[in-house]
């Protein structure tokens, strides 16, 4: 984001009992966070109630609308780019002066009807005559100056306000950039994308969010050298996730998440304080692998070998996993990722299995996914399934009976992560881990952070899978 997107989306997160006054930005990530917040977006200054709080975006408004809201007596929070400032003060100077302005931009803009309602005398200039030039910030710079020297050749340009240094950063970025292929990041309407759009010499792919990205990502991953970037306003987490996603990122990530209980033990805790900090690190996990473009994260919560211990720990794992689904609930939706629990659901408590199944209900419509293997066992899965081949009577191939396991429709994990520092794979995913790569760390689970998932993930890329073939 440049600056003043940065600075008008704070103010905005700092009032969302405001209504705002146009989109904050053109960035419809942005409007949808925060409109979940609580901020109303107008179009129409006579829309805000009177007395209430308004917010002028950052391309700003015409006199007019200020002295309008001024008469309501709305509290104002002007978060105009400095920039857009700038160009006003350049055309009521240019007005003061008596010369006529000429504002290159698209007519219907925001930025544009402020900087026009600027301007007191509307009459069109003379052959000769001196005038002054303002653009719209996040105009095309080469097209702007073809404008110009346009204009140079009937008048006297008195003065030009060029587009901002942001645009101007990004445009030259592009048109410099040699690769093979462009993604740029950000929405369809806003100005200062569709320009880098038009700009680029390369190939080029748009999107607005990371479903978008995800679903050219196959498409794009054909071109050899490839270049990201994005509109002013779009949100960094948005651009990161997208970046990720183009390099090379494993789509299903499964983790056996180990070494709660020596972590409680080192602070001379219960286990159970282990597995409530375990718990927490698997959210953050799965919002981490979110924002890098992972589609499926699996993890290892509860074995079938895990209810051989103590009763009070699996009593304990039990409210623990009862609790977490309901107080993740939330969470999960508003990330939008699917819940799937697989393994020997039978064998959980009733009122477990009423949760899981409300949780999974609630998530089905979203792509992402968090599959949780609880009374799960490899040896046990293909147990099961065999026992379905038989009881259907079928004589299975492999592609047959991989239909016969949990989640078939899930892809097989491309690498899996194991904590703590024990090298076995312990009877998780023993069909569908077949090709996966492994990657061991000593980090005891709650410790396990943000940059032990990317050395897992930077592990996985340096591999060289060639999965029976020759590359
Ligand atoms: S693109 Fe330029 S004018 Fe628009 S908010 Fe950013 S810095 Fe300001």
Known sequence: MCAGVHAA??????????????????????????????CRFVEDIEDVPDGATVIFSAHGVAPGVRARAEEKHLEIVDATCPFVAKSHRAVRDFCVRGIPVVVIGDPEHA????LLGE????????????????????MNADEVRERVRELQRDYV???????????????????AFDGDALLVLGSRNSNNTRKLCEIAKCRVFAAGNMEEVLKLRGEISRYEKIGVTSGASTPEEFFKGAVACLKRTPRHVAFIMDGNGRWAAKRGKKRGFGHIAGAKTLMRVVRWCGERGIQYVTVYAFSTENWRRPADEVAGLMRLFAAMLKSQAASLVKEKVR???????????????????DLERRTAGFDRQLVVCFSYGGRAEIVDAVNRAIEIGEKVTEASFGRLLYAPDIPDPDLVVRTSGERRISNFLLWESAYAEY?????????????????????????????????
């Open 9 to 38: 989306v704070d103010m905005a997160m700092r009032h969302t009992d405001a209504y705002c006054l146009h989109g904050i930005v053109h960035n419809e990530l942005v409007i949808k966070e925060l409109e979940s917040r609580g």
């Open 111 to 114: 930025e544009v009807k402020g």
């Open 119 to 138: 301007i007191t005398d509307r009459r069109a200039p003379v052959k000769g005559e001196r005038i002054g030039v303002v653009c719209q910030t996040t």
């Open 157 to 175: 340009v008195d003065g030009v306000v060029e587009v901002c240094n942001a645009t101007k950063e990004r445009q030259d970025a592009v048109r």
């Open 339 to 357: 819940l799937r629990v697989i393994g020997r659901r039978g064998d959980l408590p009733e009122k477990l299995r009423r949760g899981i199944e």
């Open 439 to 471: 990657h061991f760390t000593d980090v005891l689970w709650p410790d396990f952070s943000e940059g032990d998932l990317d050395a897992a993930l930077a592990d996985y890329a340096s591999r060289n899978r060639r999965i029976g073939g020759v590359k």
